[in-house]
T-cell receptor, first 113, second 114 residues
């Protein structure tokens, strides 16, 4: 069984500041990890994923995440926030390729001018 | 990447009625999933729909309430039956690309039940 915990349901940063969205997971098998973004009134868009190999993964829109097995974490970062980054972000885990996803509770990112 | 079309995009329904949501994919896929996103909440898996077999429902979801059809490899429907205001949610369809280890999501159906 898998579970995902996203620390902070709401995160507010200033434009140009570092974005850090936290995700911790539990999984009984080697995990596949994902970050999705949901803009208002839209579906989910994949930001990035970790399956195997390099633990630092880069995604779209300047986001990246690092898989840390020892900490069971997969935090999402972006060096400089942009107003267009304001959205809901979901971390998710899967136990197998293409299998069902278990989502965290989501983090709403707000970007202040 | 797979392109997923969901219909309707939104609807307002009366309690006691049923709504069927359609999910069309532009390529053949084995596994399709239906999720529910209640207001201000995360996504919860309702069921997995594989072509040629009965859908597999997650705990808390039953076929009588959420019947699913999967007639071919590009199409699925989810029906929300005998609706109540508690069914007001966003319902999302997704498909799995096992080769790329990715799930793609439709834009969702925003349902309000009065």
């Amino acid at each position: 069984a898998q579970s995902v915990t996203q620390l902070g349901s709401h995160v507010s940063v200033s434009e140009g500041a570092l974005v850090l969205l936290r995700c911790n997971y539990s999984s009984s098998v080697p995990p596949y990890l994902f970050w999705y973004v949901q803009y208002p009134n839209q579906g989910l868009q994949l930001l990035l994923k970790y399956t195997t190999g390099a633990t630092l993964v880069k995604g779209i829109n300047g986001f990246e995440a690092e898989f840390k097995k020892s900490e069971t974490s997969f935090h999402l970062t972006k060096p400089s926030a942009h107003m267009s980054d304001a959205a809901e972000y979901f971390c998710a885990v899967s136990g197998n390729a293409g299998n069902m996803l278990t989502f965290g509770g989501g983090t709403r990112l707000m970007v202040k001018p | 990447s797979a392109v997923i079309s969901q219909k309707p995009s939104r609807d307002i329904c009366q309690r006691g009625t049923s709504l069927t949501i359609q999910c069309q994919v532009d390529s053949q896929v084995t596994m399709m999933f239906w999720y529910r996103q209640q207001p201000g909440q995360s996504l919860t898996l309702i069921a997995t729909a594989n072509q040629g077999s009965e859908a597999t429902y997650e705990s808390g979801f039953v076929i009588d309430k959420f019947p699913i059809s999967r007639p071919n490899l590009t199409f699925s429907t989810l029906t929300v039956s005998n609706m109540s205001p508690e069914d007001s949610s966003i319902y999302l369809c997704s498909v799995a690309d096992r080769a790329l280890n990715i799930q793609y999501f439709g834009a969702g159906t925003r349902l309000s039940v009065l």
